[in-house]
């Protein structure tokens, strides 16, 4: 699977951002997909996740209220709607996929471990 990102850039904080992710390699819907970002100097961390379908969804508590992932299948396109952005959402944003062959896919991933395969990233930058 191939992820490209897109979407980052410098924002003022309150303001709002989109990111995406166009996946390519595998059918979109068998996989499920997850977006970390890597604030500077520090991990990467967990943020948002979905199901291969877009039905289930999980957030970082820092980011609930916040953040909105989606996804559009007809486009194999991840989103990450990003609303009232602070400093602190400063950091390169990854997408990262993962194969869910379950009968149900029902997968929805929290941890870097999971995931088999990431994009090359796209800077946040949350200027206050």
């Known amino acids: 699977v191939q992820l490209a990102e897109s979407g980052g850039g410098l924002v003022q904080a309150g303001n709002s951002l989109r990111l995406s992710c166009v996946a390519s390699g595998r059918p979109f819907t068998s996989i499920a997909m997850g977006w970390f970002p890597q604030p500077p100097g520090k991990e990467r961390e967990f943020v948002a996740a979905?199901?291969?379908?877009?039905?289930?969804?999980e957030y970082a508590d820092s980011v609930k209220g916040r953040f909105t992932i989606s996804r559009d299948n007809a486009k194999n396109t991840l989103y990450l709607h990003m609303n009232s952005l602070k400093p602190e959402d400063t950091a390169v944003y990854y997408c990262a996929a993962v194969l869910d062959m379950t009968l149900i896919g029902v997968i929805v991933r929290r941890s870097m471990g999971e995931y088999d395969y990431w994009g090359q990233g796209t800077q946040v930058t949350v200027s206050s």
């Open positions: 979905i199901n291969r379908n877009g039905g289930i969804t």
